[in-house]
Each structure stands twice: as C-alpha cells, then as structure tokens.
C-alpha cells in the first residue's frame, strides 16, 4: 500500500540523465516559447489606446498629488522651523 502522494515507481531518479542533450532541450524550450506566444491575446488598437490614456491621466493625477503634497510639507517645514516664506 502506497502513502497519499507517495510516487508508484521505486527507482531513483537521476535528473541529468533525463533530460537529453542540450540542443534538444534548447529546441523544446524555443517551441514551448513560441506555443505561449500563440495563446497570447493582444488587445485591439481601440483597447490600447484607452489603455494609454488611463495610464497618462493616471500618472499625471499622482504627479500632481505628489507635487501638492510636497510643495504643502515645505511650507509647512518652513512655517514650523522658522524660514519665513
């Protein structure tokens, strides 16, 4: 009887000598490659677009978030220390 998980076959597995010589394994991992790529979906140039403007208006808000922020902290630093501005 057999543990839960536990393998059916007794013999000890020697990795190196499993897996071929290198230009095969090389062509394997290139076909493997190229088949993921085929699974890709790539988004339309609408969906792309939109992306972009997300991402842009994104990034700007945060710019200007973290500008506000910063330019508040130094007058504040500036009021607390005594720099007079």
Do not use: C, H
């Not at 230009?23 to 493997?32: C, E, M, P, T, V």
């Not at 609408?46 to 973290?66: C, D, H, K, R």
């Amino acid at each position: 009887m057999t543990e839960v998980g536990a393998s059916r076959d007794s013999r000890p597995t020697n990795k190196r000598s499993d897996k071929g010589n290198p230009l095969s394994r090389l062509s394997l991992f290139i076909s493997q490659i190229l088949d993921e790529l085929r699974k890709v979906v790539r988004p339309t140039r609408s969906e792309l677009w939109n992306y972009t403007l997300v991402v842009i208006v994104f990034v700007t808000v945060m710019m200007a978030l973290v500008s506000g922020m910063d330019f508040g902290f130094s007058k504040l630093v500036g009021l607390v220390f005594g720099n007079g501005e």
